[in-house]
C-alpha cells in the first residue's frame, strides 16, 4: 500500500510537470503569435508607404514634364518655369533610384507574407516545448532579413496585435501623436518604447 502511494504521487507530479510545461508552451506559442501579428502588420504598413510615395514621385514626374511642354508651347516668357520643372523631374526620378522605392515595397510585401505564412502555422493548442522551438527557430530566420525598425511604428502595431489577440489594455504601449505622425520618418529608440512581459 505504502508503495502504491508513493507511485501515485510520483505519477501526480510528473502529470503536473506535464501540464505545467503544456501550460508554458501555449503561453509562448501566443507570444509569438503576438510577435507574428505584429511584425506582419508592420511590413504591411511599410510597404503601403513604401509603394504610395513611388506611386506619388512617378505621378509627378509625368506631371511636371507635361507641364513643362505645355508652358513652353504656350508661353515662351514662362520659359524659367518650365526650366524649374524640367529640372524637378530628372530630381524626383533620381530620388526614386536612390532611395530605390519599389524593391524596398516589395521586399516588405515578402516579409509580412512570411509572418503570416507562419502565423497561420502556430496553433495554441497544440503547443508543446519541441513545436515552440521550431516557430522560434523560423521567426528568428525571418528576423535576421528584417531592415532597420522604425520603433514607433512598431509600437502602434504592437498594440494592435495586442488588442487583437485579446490581452488587456494594461499590455499596450504609449505612442505619442508626434511619434504617430513621424513613425515611418525618424527611427526612434528601442529604449522609447518598453514592450511589457505578456502574461
Avoid at 504521487?9 to 501540464?19: F, Y
Avoid at 503570416?116 to 516557430?135: G, N, Q, T, Y
Avoid at 502602434?156 to 508626434?178: E, H, M, P, R, W
Amino acid at each position: 500500500m505504502y508503495l502504491c502511494k508513493i507511485l501515485l504521487v510520483g505519477q501526480n507530479q510528473d502529470q503536473a510537470t506535464h501540464n505545467q510545461k503544456m501550460t508554458d508552451s501555449k503561453k509562448q506559442a501566443k507570444k509569438l503569435l503576438h510577435d507574428c501579428d505584429r511584425c506582419a502588420r508592420y511590413h504591411s504598413e511599410r510597404r503601403t508607404f513604401f509603394d504610395v510615395w513611388n506611386k506619388v514621385i512617378l505621378v509627378g514626374i509625368v506631371f511636371l514634364n507635361s507641364g513643362a511642354v505645355a508652358t513652353i508651347s504656350i508661353d515662351q516668357t514662362n520659359w524659367k518655369w518650365a526650366m524649374g520643372l524640367t529640372l524637378i523631374s530628372p530630381l524626383l526620378v533620381a530620388i526614386n533610384l536612390v532611395f530605390d522605392l519599389t524593391n524596398k515595397a516589395r521586399n516588405h510585401e515578402f516579409l509580412s507574407r512570411r509572418f503570416h505564412a507562419l502565423e497561420m502555422s502556430i496553433d495554441v493548442d497544440e503547443a508543446s516545448e519541441e513545436k515552440v522551438r521550431e516557430w522560434r527557430k523560423c521567426i528568428y530566420s525571418i528576423y535576421e532579413d528584417e531592415p532597420a525598425t522604425y520603433y514607433a511604428l512598431n509600437a502602434i502595431c504592437y498594440n494592435d496585435a495586442t488588442q487583437a489577440l485579446g490581452y488587456s489594455k494594461k499590455f499596450t504601449l504609449s505612442v505619442t501623436s508626434g511619434q504617430r505622425r513621424l513613425r515611418h520618418w525618424v527611427k526612434y529608440s528601442a529604449t522609447d518604447f518598453d514592450q511589457p512581459n505578456l502574461a
